[in-house]
Protein backbone atom coordinates (compact mmCIF):
# COMPACT_ATOMS: atom_id res chain seq x y z
CA UNK A 1 0.00 0.00 0.00
CA UNK A 2 1.45 3.17 -1.14
CA UNK A 3 0.99 5.68 1.84
CA UNK A 4 3.08 7.81 3.81
CA UNK A 5 2.26 9.93 7.50
CA UNK A 6 4.42 13.08 7.95
CA UNK A 7 4.74 15.41 11.11
CA UNK A 8 6.29 18.87 11.09
CA UNK A 9 6.66 21.28 14.25
CA UNK A 10 7.76 24.64 13.99
CA UNK A 11 7.75 27.46 16.08
CA UNK A 12 4.55 28.83 13.97
CA UNK A 13 2.76 25.43 13.18
CA UNK A 14 2.12 21.48 13.77
CA UNK A 15 1.08 19.78 11.20
CA UNK A 16 0.28 15.78 10.86
CA UNK A 17 -0.75 14.71 7.61
CA UNK A 18 -1.94 10.88 6.39
CA UNK A 19 -1.58 10.01 2.71
CA UNK A 20 -2.72 7.08 1.03
CA UNK A 21 -2.55 6.64 -2.51
CA UNK A 22 -4.36 3.26 -2.99
CA UNK A 23 -7.72 3.31 -1.47
CA UNK A 24 -10.33 6.35 -0.15
CA UNK A 25 -9.59 5.45 3.49
CA UNK A 26 -11.35 8.44 4.82
CA UNK A 27 -11.02 12.39 4.79
CA UNK A 28 -10.21 14.41 7.40
CA UNK A 29 -9.40 18.12 7.17
CA UNK A 30 -8.70 20.63 9.96
CA UNK A 31 -6.27 23.57 9.65
CA UNK A 32 -8.43 26.11 11.39
CA UNK A 33 -8.75 27.58 7.59
CA UNK A 34 -12.48 26.91 6.30
CA UNK A 35 -11.83 27.15 2.70
CA UNK A 36 -8.31 25.62 2.58
CA UNK A 37 -10.29 22.68 4.14
CA UNK A 38 -12.62 22.45 1.71
CA UNK A 39 -9.24 22.63 -1.04
CA UNK A 40 -8.10 19.60 0.47
CA UNK A 41 -11.73 18.12 1.05
CA UNK A 42 -11.81 18.46 -2.80
CA UNK A 43 -8.35 17.15 -3.61
CA UNK A 44 -8.61 14.23 -1.85
CA UNK A 45 -12.10 13.40 -3.20
CA UNK A 46 -11.42 13.84 -6.61
CA UNK A 47 -7.78 12.45 -6.28
CA UNK A 48 -9.96 9.17 -4.59
CA UNK A 49 -7.41 9.50 -1.89
CA UNK A 50 -7.59 8.95 1.78
CA UNK A 51 -6.03 11.99 3.28
CA UNK A 52 -6.15 12.95 7.23
CA UNK A 53 -4.89 16.48 7.75
CA UNK A 54 -4.48 17.82 11.11
CA UNK A 55 -2.89 21.16 11.59
CA UNK A 56 -2.61 23.79 14.17
CA UNK A 57 -1.04 27.36 13.07
CA UNK A 58 -0.76 30.41 14.61
CA UNK A 59 -3.61 31.78 13.24
CA UNK A 60 -3.77 34.54 15.61
CA UNK A 61 -1.06 35.80 13.66
CA UNK A 62 -2.10 35.12 10.03
CA UNK A 63 -2.85 31.88 7.82
CA UNK A 64 -0.01 32.04 5.55
CA UNK A 65 2.13 29.34 7.98
CA UNK A 66 -0.64 27.25 8.21
CA UNK A 67 -1.12 27.09 4.13
CA UNK A 68 2.19 26.97 3.22
CA UNK A 69 3.34 24.26 5.88
CA UNK A 70 -0.12 22.12 5.21
CA UNK A 71 1.53 22.86 1.50
CA UNK A 72 4.91 21.20 2.36
CA UNK A 73 3.78 17.91 3.81
CA UNK A 74 1.23 17.53 1.66
CA UNK A 75 4.11 17.81 -1.23
CA UNK A 76 6.26 15.54 1.05
CA UNK A 77 3.72 13.02 1.66
CA UNK A 78 2.52 12.76 -1.76
CA UNK A 79 6.73 12.57 -3.01
CA UNK A 80 7.14 9.75 -0.02
CA UNK A 81 3.98 7.85 -1.35
CA UNK A 82 5.18 7.18 -4.46
CA UNK A 83 8.27 5.71 -3.46
CA UNK A 84 10.51 5.10 -6.43
CA UNK A 85 7.51 5.77 -8.71
CA UNK A 86 8.34 2.13 -10.11
CA UNK A 87 5.07 1.32 -12.61
CA UNK A 88 3.49 5.35 -12.51
CA UNK A 89 3.19 7.98 -15.65
CA UNK A 90 5.31 10.77 -15.35
CA UNK A 91 3.62 13.59 -16.72
CA UNK A 92 -0.31 14.72 -18.17
CA UNK A 93 -2.65 17.41 -18.50
CA UNK A 94 -6.08 18.17 -18.34
CA UNK A 95 -8.22 20.27 -19.48
CA UNK A 96 -12.01 21.01 -17.04
CA UNK A 97 -15.03 23.52 -17.73
CA UNK A 98 -17.00 23.89 -14.23
CA UNK A 99 -19.98 26.70 -15.56
CA UNK A 100 -18.15 29.87 -17.25
CA UNK A 101 -14.37 28.61 -15.76
CA UNK A 102 -11.81 26.80 -18.08
CA UNK A 103 -8.95 24.98 -15.58
CA UNK A 104 -6.08 23.68 -16.57
CA UNK A 105 -3.21 21.20 -14.50
CA UNK A 106 -0.02 20.01 -15.94
CA UNK A 107 2.13 17.78 -14.10
CA UNK A 108 5.21 16.07 -14.56
CA UNK A 109 6.68 14.28 -11.86
CA UNK A 110 10.44 14.62 -13.43
CA UNK A 111 12.24 15.19 -9.29
CA UNK A 112 12.48 18.88 -10.32
CA UNK A 113 10.18 21.37 -8.93
CA UNK A 114 8.80 24.02 -10.56
CA UNK A 115 5.56 25.95 -9.93
CA UNK A 116 3.60 28.35 -12.59
CA UNK A 117 0.38 29.63 -11.32
CA UNK A 118 -1.55 31.67 -13.38
CA UNK A 119 -4.65 32.67 -12.27
CA UNK A 120 -5.52 36.08 -11.01
CA UNK A 121 -6.78 36.03 -7.10
CA UNK A 122 -8.90 39.59 -7.33
CA UNK A 123 -10.45 39.43 -3.84
CA UNK A 124 -8.07 39.30 -1.00
CA UNK A 125 -10.08 37.06 1.48
CA UNK A 126 -11.93 33.82 0.90
CA UNK A 127 -13.32 32.75 4.44
CA UNK A 128 -10.58 32.50 6.39
CA UNK A 129 -7.90 31.79 3.61
CA UNK A 130 -5.80 34.71 2.36
CA UNK A 131 -5.88 34.41 -1.31
CA UNK A 132 -2.32 35.86 -1.56
CA UNK A 133 -0.86 32.39 0.31
CA UNK A 134 -2.85 30.17 -2.15
CA UNK A 135 -0.10 30.34 -4.76
CA UNK A 136 2.18 29.95 -1.50
CA UNK A 137 0.27 26.43 -1.25
CA UNK A 138 0.87 25.25 -4.28
CA UNK A 139 4.17 26.41 -4.61
CA UNK A 140 4.87 23.93 -1.17
CA UNK A 141 3.20 21.32 -2.64
CA UNK A 142 4.99 21.43 -6.18
CA UNK A 143 8.81 21.43 -4.53
CA UNK A 144 8.55 19.17 -2.11
CA UNK A 145 6.57 17.01 -4.01
CA UNK A 146 9.65 17.34 -6.58
CA UNK A 147 7.46 18.07 -9.54
CA UNK A 148 6.65 20.53 -12.07
CA UNK A 149 3.10 21.93 -11.72
CA UNK A 150 1.41 24.54 -13.92
CA UNK A 151 -2.31 25.54 -13.59
CA UNK A 152 -4.26 28.09 -14.63
CA UNK A 153 -7.72 29.08 -14.78
CA UNK A 154 -10.07 31.28 -16.15
CA UNK A 155 -13.45 32.21 -14.28
CA UNK A 156 -15.71 35.01 -12.59
CA UNK A 157 -15.64 34.22 -9.39
CA UNK A 158 -12.52 33.61 -7.03
CA UNK A 159 -14.45 30.65 -5.28
CA UNK A 160 -14.54 28.32 -8.61
CA UNK A 161 -11.10 28.81 -9.61
CA UNK A 162 -9.70 27.52 -6.68
CA UNK A 163 -12.02 25.15 -6.58
CA UNK A 164 -11.11 24.02 -10.35
CA UNK A 165 -7.47 24.30 -9.45
CA UNK A 166 -7.83 21.84 -6.19
CA UNK A 167 -9.83 19.30 -8.09
CA UNK A 168 -7.60 18.97 -10.65
CA UNK A 169 -4.44 18.91 -8.92
CA UNK A 170 -5.77 15.70 -6.92
CA UNK A 171 -7.65 14.13 -10.33
CA UNK A 172 -4.17 14.58 -12.10
CA UNK A 173 -2.12 13.32 -9.05
CA UNK A 174 -4.59 10.06 -8.92
CA UNK A 175 -4.35 9.68 -12.71
CA UNK A 176 -0.33 9.82 -12.74
CA UNK A 177 0.22 7.76 -9.56
CA UNK A 178 -2.28 4.82 -11.00
CA UNK A 179 0.01 1.96 -11.30
CA UNK A 180 0.20 1.14 -15.03
CA UNK A 181 1.22 -1.99 -16.59
CA UNK A 182 3.69 -1.43 -18.98
CA UNK A 183 5.97 -4.55 -19.32
CA UNK A 184 9.90 -4.74 -20.36
CA UNK A 185 10.37 -8.09 -20.37
CA UNK A 186 9.31 -9.18 -17.03
CA UNK A 187 9.28 -5.90 -14.86
CA UNK A 188 7.21 -2.77 -14.92
CA UNK A 189 9.38 0.49 -16.20
CA UNK A 190 10.25 3.77 -13.87
CA UNK A 191 8.57 7.01 -14.27
Do not use: W
Request: glycine share 10%; proline share 2%; net charge negative.
Amino acid sequence: MRQATIKRETKETQIEISLNLDEQSGIEIDTGIGFLNHMLNLFAKHGRFGLVVKCHGDLDVDPHHTTEDTGIVLGECFKQALGDKQGIERYGTEFVPMDETLGQVSVDLSGRSYLVFDAELTNPRLGGLDTETVEDFFQAVAFAAEMNLHASCTAVTLTTKLKVCSKRLGGQCARLSRLIQIFRGSTLRKA
